[in-house]
């Protein structure tokens, strides 16, 4: 059996960690685990993470570490025959630790994008709460303005997306981040990527994984030759 290929993909809020996943998931065909969509599912389903959860996100703070990883710990487990890419987990060190104990990483992805780039996008971002499609009208706007392409259903902009929150959760992402980027460039598997446009970035990105992947793909296959 093939080795199972496992990255994270790291930035700060509206740096395109979503919009990035979703065509690495397309391309390379991993399982695009979002942390951010757990944490929602959470919150709808009124779990004891989620209501918790929820009275940090309305302040634009991070959840507890503890929350968090009793959060996600228990999906990877689920994933254990898959390859994946989990977008928006770790954001601290204490959850990348916790990560490390529980699978090896292949590859960490880290977001590198201007704050007014990030101000900018986030003020024309629209989502679709249910499926967590996401829009922008200057980037990729719905066929009907505030209405989901496949269903039809409303838009919402989310509450951790206006501005005053957004300041906030910048300044404490930046705070957090740096333990966790070190983390993984001692680890060597950290590739940060620097850009306002992920038009620009996407093709680095998919070059880096065309390599890594095919790399443990033909290691399997000489691994299974001997
Ligand atoms: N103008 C512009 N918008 C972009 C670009 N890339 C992504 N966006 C939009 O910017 C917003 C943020 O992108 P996301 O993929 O949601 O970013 P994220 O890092 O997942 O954001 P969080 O979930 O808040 O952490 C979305 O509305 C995207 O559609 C880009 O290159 N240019
Ligand atoms: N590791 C994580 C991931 C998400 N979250 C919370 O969940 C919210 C939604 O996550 P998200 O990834 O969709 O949003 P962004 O913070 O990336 O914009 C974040 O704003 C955080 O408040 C967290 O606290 N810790």
């Given at each position: 059996m093939s080795k199972l290929f496992r990255a994270v993909i790291m930035g700060p809020p509206g740096s395109g960690k979503g919009t990035i996943s979703e065509r690495i998931a397309h391309s390379f065909?991993?399982?695009?685990?979002?942390?951010?969509?757990?944490?929602?599912?959470?919150?709808?389903?009124?779990?004891?993470?989620?209501?918790?959860?929820?009275?940090?996100?309305?302040?634009?703070?991070?959840?507890?570490?503890?929350?968090?990883?009793?959060?996600?710990?228990?999906?990877?487990?689920?994933?254990?025959?898959?390859?994946?890419?989990?977008?928006?987990?770790?954001?601290?060190?204490?959850q990348a630790e916790?990560?490390?104990?529980?699978?090896?990483?292949?590859?960490?992805?880290?977001?590198?994008?201007?704050?007014?780039?990030?101000?900018?996008?986030?003020?024309?971002?629209?989502?679709?709460?249910?499926?967590?499609?996401v829009y922008n009208m200057c980037f990729n706007p719905p066929h009907v303005q505030g209405k989901d392409d496949?269903?039809?259903?409303?838009?919402?902009?989310?509450?951790?997306?206006?501005?005053?929150a957004l300041v906030a959760r910048l300044r404490h992402y930046k705070d957090v981040a740096k333990p966790v980027i070190d983390f993984y460039k001692a680890k060597g598997i950290l590739y940060t990527f620097s850009d306002t446009e992920t038009d620009r970035i996407w093709p680095n990105i998919s070059t880096l994984l065309s390599t890594k992947i095919s790399t443990i793909q033909s290691d399997a296959r000489c691994a299974s030759t001997h």
């Open positions: 065909g991993l399982k695009h685990l979002s942390s951010g969509d757990f944490v929602r599912e959470n919150i709808a389903a009124k779990t004891e993470a989620g209501v918790l959860a929820k009275t940090y996100i309305k302040k634009g703070l991070l959840v507890p570490d503890h929350v968090m990883t009793r959060l996600l710990l228990p999906r990877l487990e689920e994933m254990t025959k898959y390859s994946w890419l989990l977008d928006g987990f770790p954001r601290t060190l204490a916790a990560l490390n104990s529980a699978c090896d990483l292949d590859v960490a992805i880290n977001l590198n994008i201007p704050l007014e780039t990030l101000k900018e996008r986030l003020q024309h971002r629209w989502i679709h709460p249910p499926s967590g499609r496949i269903t039809g259903e409303p838009l919402i902009q989310q509450e951790d997306d206006r501005p005053e």
